[in-house]
């Protein structure tokens, strides 16, 4: 099976089209609006990968991400952070941790590719 992919942004027509973008690639896309909602379908769905904006209403990417990289269960699951508006030295700490990559808005489809296939085995497709 190709990857489970979580996308968490407040923007919906962005979230639409990455949605295209990785269904188009055969991923399984689950959708949240914000980091509240991304907590809750990381922990239900246990998606193989997380794409998240950092700034949104609520709960921020960052705060979400964080969360999810110190509960047990969603610990390991990848994470992009994506953001058009904050710079990668501002995310600090969580970019340390091997799981985490940065892209900035906007994503170019090529390079979320190639993040993808770096953060998964055998390329985003999971057994």
Do not use: C, W
Not at 13 to 21: D, M, P, Q, T, V
Not at 28 to 54: C, N, R, W, Y
Not at 62 to 72: G, H, M, P, Q, V
Request: charged share 25%; net charge negative.
């Amino acid at each position: 099976m190709i990857a489970k992919i979580l996308i968490v942004d407040d923007n919906d027509n962005l979230r639409e089209s990455l949605k295209a973008i990785l269904s188009e690639q055969g991923h399984e896309v689950l959708e949240a609006s914000d980091g509240a909602q991304a907590f809750t379908i990381a922990e239900k769905e246990m998606p193989h990968i997380i794409l998240s904006d950092v700034v949104m209403p609520g709960v921020y990417g960052t705060t979400a991400a964080k969360r999810l990289t110190e509960f047990y269960k969603t610990a390991k699951i990848p994470i992009i952070l994506m953001s058009g508006s904050v710079e990668q030295s501002v995310l600090g700490k969580l970019l340390e941790q091997p799981h985490v990559r940065y892209l900035k808005k906007p994503v170019d489809p090529e390079e979320l590719d190639k993040t993808i296939r770096e953060l998964l085995p055998d390329g985003g497709y999971t057994p």
